[in-house]
């Protein structure tokens, strides 16, 4: 009965919370699944930022709709550092989360969305949302990581209008959401490039960005900075999903873009939780010891997905090498395309024969009938991978075998799945 539930978007709401939940109905009943379909950074509240929280809670005012000053100068001035580039351009703007800043940002800015293909699951239910067209953009995956052709990117762009839509912004992720690849500085110039003739907004969603696993932060602003809109925040990097604090940067050469973007958030939040908005200061502030738990919880991140792809492809399946975020993107096309049309029967027959949760290729619009899955490698114990880092880092499959014990089962249960599969020819 519970299984039934798993074609992802039918219950309405977004295709990632609805398999956590119906994750933890199937635990909840005493079933054991192997959670690969939700993709929660594990780590613990760094302790610098549990403190702050702490002696910030009696913070009760409502604050600016903007956000509170002293955070918005930290996250420039943090923002500069990483990126070299001169902040003071941008207006800062936090809320609750990224994703109602994006949603707000889509409204802000008229027209229809230039989408990649795949990209993470609430885009198109934004675009949907807001009556807004998606147009569909290819996205190269190659051993250097994501790109956009440049003359297949004009040609989708004139393609639109031709067609009467007005495409005047371009949504896009890296390190991606699902496909676990970022982009070369190259392959960001080229679409910047493209961007700036077209006259197309960028919308840069780096959420991910401080999780790249050569530890580089490559942001489009670099590129672009005119009319790059960055959105981020602490969800990620920091493993504070739950604290809801999201940034974006907006050029203050758009102007408009800023003001539109505080009447929606006036009549929709008011603003940010005033505890976590004093208590993210120090997350911006560029604390020794908080970057060198950014820098030791991406190589964490790094050791699992790496080890999951490379367990995979040793099974068989053509699987890319991720190089940011949480994600591995199979594809098992090759595989097991002669036992399964779609990549929801095969997500299904995962978690029903091998207790696997995963999500479906197509729940980030790529076609149903190639098999990829969107796998997240976070279902550990953070506080002890950390502990056991320093002693077992060196050796993935040791270290896995005892941080991650349900990623290994479930690389294991993958292997029995597709050893059945194959019997079955
Ligand atoms: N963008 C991408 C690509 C994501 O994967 C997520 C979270 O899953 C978000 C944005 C939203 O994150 P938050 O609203 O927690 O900032």
């Not at 519970?2 to 990632?16: A, R, V």
């Not at 009696?58 to 990483?82: N, W």
């Amino acid at each position: 009965m519970l299984l039934q539930t798993l074609n992802h978007s039918d219950e309405g709401i977004s295709s990632t919370l609805a398999v956590n939940q119906l994750v933890g109905q199937l635990r909840g009943s005493g079933r054991s699944v192997l959670h690969m379909g939700f993709g929660e950074a594990p780590f613990p509240v760094h302790p610098r930022l549990a403190e702050a929280l702490r002696r910030n809670a009696t913070q009760k005012s409502y604050l600016p709709v903007a956000g509170l000053p002293a955070l918005c100068d930290a996250v420039a001035q943090y923002y500069a550092g990483l990126s070299g580039v001169d902040t003071d351009q941008f207006d800062v703007m936090v809320g609750p989360g990224s994703k109602p800043l994006l949603f707000a940002l889509q409204m802000s800015i008229p027209g229809d969305v230039l989408l990649p293909v795949p990209s993470w699951v609430s885009y198109g239910p934004q675009c949907d949302l807001l009556g807004q067209s998606i147009v569909p953009v290819s996205l190269e995956q190659g051993v250097a990581g994501l790109s956009i052709e440049a003359e297949e990117f004009r040609a989708t762009i004139a393609r639109a209008r031709a067609a009467g839509l007005s495409p005047t912004k371009l949504l896009l992720n890296y390190p991606s959401n699902p496909t676990g690849l970022t982009v070369t500085e190259e392959a960001l110039a080229s679409i910047a490039a493209v961007c700036r003739e077209e006259k197309i907004i960028l919308i840069a969603d780096e959420i991910y960005g401080r999780l790249d696993y050569e530890h580089k932060y490559r942001t489009a602003l670099t590129h672009l900075p005119e009319s790059t809109i960055v959105t981020t925040g602490l969800s990620k990097h920091l493993s504070l999903g739950g604290w809801r604090l999201g940034v974006t940067l907006i050029p203050k050469a758009m102007p408009g873009v800023f003001d539109t973007l505080c009447r929606i958030a006036s009549e929709l939040w008011s603003t940010v939780a005033s505890p976590v908005q004093y208590a993210a200061i120090e997350a911006y502030a560029g604390h020794d010891d908080i970057e060198q738990f950014i820098h030791t919880t991406t190589d964490i991140h790094a050791c699992v997905n790496r080890h999951i792809s490379s367990r995979l492809c040793a099974l068989g399946v053509d699987c890319t090498t991720p190089q940011g975020g949480f994600y591995t993107w199979p594809d098992l096309t090759r595989l097991l395309g002669h036992r399964y049309a779609t990549s929801d029967e095969l997500s299904r027959s995962l978690l029903q024969e091998q207790g696997i949760a995963t999500l479906a290729g197509s729940a980030f619009g790529e076609d149903p009938n190639h098999l990829k899955l969107r796998l997240a490698g976070c279902d550990y114990d953070g506080a002890e991978a950390l502990a056991l880092w320093p002693q077992w880092g060196g050796d993935s499959s040791a270290f896995i075998e005892r941080a991650a014990p349900n990623v290994a089962a479930a690389l294991d249960a993958f292997a029995v799945f597709i050893g059945e599969s194959l019997v079955q020819r």
